[in-house]
């Protein structure tokens, strides 16, 4: 049947139907009454649950199966012809292999269901960064996430014409076995396979799946970057916008950062921050030889638990309308949503993000799951920049790498030039909180932020960050923070949060050379008196200890490189070899 007017579009359409064998098809245009019957369909099923219209306007609640609440790494294969190339920081199977388990598995899947096609746009459509995809699915819930998260319908099939080339990605709910749960992407086909999952990032095929695995995946082919980075806008009293992305691994408050709000002294003077985007950067070289950064999602797919006015007030004021609720509690009362660190008063009448009556003040478990999350649209945003719908993207002044170290790396340092910044951003460690998992400061590796997304071998990857070095002029600065330092009690000795825009103000001087710093065994750190500190309670000598070196700590973190360098075998660059040795030598 023609769908479309594509007709490669309508070949694979045509492969799918038979394969799944929905009772009927529709073709998702974007059109609102065709959304808003949809989302009637989900409340009449019992899929949404509608919530007070007047406090949250277009809001509405869904709850996965229990199974399902999270992104499964054990269920998702990177399945390229050679095993080589999928790494060691990815599960493999030969394609083939894998396809004849999935297609028993779609076969007859959707029977007695409907069928959506969503063409979809990574990045705005017709952008120089634009790459289109087309999700067929069963569930609603996807159709409607996939409307915020991206830009959908009619126009992108426009922009295919009638043999442009697309992204295939095809989800089926099934029947949510956990046994059965496949999240593949086969990067060399261009093409997404999820199954038996009805949860986010599993099954919004933009997100993860394609805007990173398969995205990283085309961009080294095609000389470019997609990252998991945030992308953010930096204005000063003078009214130049100056930007950076950071890459952080989670819980270690990347959206906190994208939507920063700048201490008061800082306000007063007129500093403003804009967010371009919280979780994916798309990165190209500009005319002007400088690199560009877009965020190719149109929405948030933000965690709700510690979401708060205090701890991110913009995150919180884009969930106010138009937004989908994912396993958070109910509040009987009047129809809202709670999850534990929004207030301190959890409603006693609710429902937890299971449906089960709960009373916030007595109960022993918590009212919403821990992976809780919301679908937001971006332009719902307070500080959303006002060059968020820019086709040719922003200027990338500073790339800023995180982690979470209680006392090896300090607050910030700046790499001595790009090759080493790479090596920087693949050592980027975390060590878990008790929150993450019960064991507290087990170090994990976790290169560029990208371990869980990268599309194929990560040596092939940090060398691909090398080349890229070399195909930019006007090359971004390289940088990398630590907010999490403690004392000997355990306790944060930085403030974080909004004073965190003290230190983005001196990487951004660094990067147009208007300020000093001091070489250390690791890079370049500020001279304390560099960093404004005023309205804040951290005394110089406090800052002083927050920007030491210890050698003997470092010496132990080098021991632990070697030892995670060695999973990469001939793959590893011989330039990050030669960075570790520079390393030693320096601390020695």
């Known amino acids: 049947m023609a769908l479309t007017n594509n007709v490669k579009v309508n070949a694979w359409l ?17 059109d609102q009454a065709q959304l808003d019957r949809l989302t009637a369909e989900a409340v009449s099923t019992g899929e949404f649950i509608t919530l007070n219209q007047e406090k949250l306007p277009g809001c509405y609640l869904h709850r996965s199966d229990p199974t399902d609440v999270a992104r499964v790494e054990a269920r998702t294969f990177i399945c390229s012809k050679k095993e080589e190339d999928a790494g060691p920081t990815n599960n493999w199977m030969d394609p083939e292999e894998m396809k004849a388990k999935l ?3 779609y076969d007859g899947s959707m029977a007695g269901r409907t069928m959506y096609v969503l063409p979809y746009s990574m990045s705005v459509v017709g952008s120089p960064f634009a790459k289109y995809g087309i999700e067929v699915t069963d569930s609603i819930y996807v159709v409607i996430s996939m409307n915020i998260m991206t830009r959908v319908g009619q126009p992108v099939l426009d922009a295919l014409g009638t043999d442009g080339d697309f992204i295939k990605g095809l989800h ?13 992407q086969f990067p060399e086909e261009n093409t997404i396979m999820s199954i038996n999952s ?9 997100k993860k799946c394609f805007a990173l695995r398969i995205a990283s995946y085309l961009g080294r082919q095609e000389n470019w970057m997609a990252e998991h980075m945030l992308i953010l806008g930096i204005e000063n009293p003078q009214g130049e916008v100056r930007y950076v992305t950071a890459a952080f691994p989670s819980a270690c408050g990347k959206t906190n ?5 700048p201490p008061e002294g800082y306000r007063n003077k007129g500093y403003k921050v804009w ?3 919280d979780d994916i950067a798309w990165l190209r070289v500009g005319e002007d030889g400088r690199l560009w950064a877009v965020n190719p999602e149109n929405g948030f797919f933000g965690v709700a638990p510690g979401t708060s006015a205090k701890s991110n007030y913009n995150a919180l004021a884009a969930t106010r309308k138009n937004t989908l609720f994912t396993n958070v509690a109910l509040d009987k009362s009047d129809m809202t949503v709670w999850w534990e660190g929004l207030n301190k008063t959890p409603p006693t009448n609710a429902e937890d993000w299971q449906g089960r009556p709960w009373n ?3 109960s022993t478990e918590k009212g919403a799951h821990p992976n809780s999350r919301f679908t937001a649209p971006a332009k719902n945003c307070p500080c959303i920049s006002p060059e968020f719908e820019n086709p040719k993207g922003v200027p990338v002044s500073a790339i800023i790498f995180g982690g979470r170290r209680a006392k090896t790396a300090p607050l910030v340092y700046q790499s ?4 080493h910044g790479v090596f920087v951003g693949s050592i980027m460690a975390s060590e878990t909180t008790a929150a993450a998992t019960g064991a507290v400061g087990v170090l994990r590796r976790d290169p560029m932020a990208m371990r869980p997304f990268c599309g194929y071998h990560m040596g092939d990857y940090w060398q691909h960050w090398l080349d890229m070095g070399k195909l930019i002029p006007n090359q971004p600065k390289i940088f990398n923070v630590n907010w999490f330092r403690t004392d000997d009690e355990g306790n944060f000795i930085w403030p974080g949060f909004g004073d965190n825009m003290r230190v983005l103000e001196w990487i951004l001087k660094r990067c147009f050379d208007e300020v000093d710093a001091q070489e250390t065994p690791i890079g370049y750190e500020p001279y304390p008196t560099d960093i404004n500190l005023e309205g804040t309670d951290v005394s110089l000598e406090t800052l002083e200890d927050l920007l030491s070196v210890d050698k003997d700590l470092w010496m132990e973190d080098v021991a632990n490189i070697e030892e995670f360098y060695k999973d990469f075998g001939d793959k590893l660059p011989a330039a990050l070899k030669d960075e570790l040795e520079t390393l030693k030598k320096n601390l020695a």
């Not at 045509?14 to 974007?30: F, N």
């Not at 029947?175 to 496949?182: K, T, W």
């Open 172 to 184: 089926a709910k099934k029947d949510l076995d956990p046994e059965e749960r496949y999240i593949v």
């Open 14 to 30: 045509d492969e799918v139907i038979a394969l799944v064998k929905p009772e009927k098809v529709e073709l998702i245009t974007g």
């Open 257 to 261: 950062l994208a939507m920063l709000i």
């Open 198 to 206: 009805g949860y986010g990032g599993n099954v919004l095929l933009g």
């Open 275 to 277: 967010c371009v985007g």
């Open 360 to 362: 916030g003040e007595t």
């Open 103 to 105: 297609m028993k598995l």
């Open 416 to 419: 001595r030039d790009w090759q």
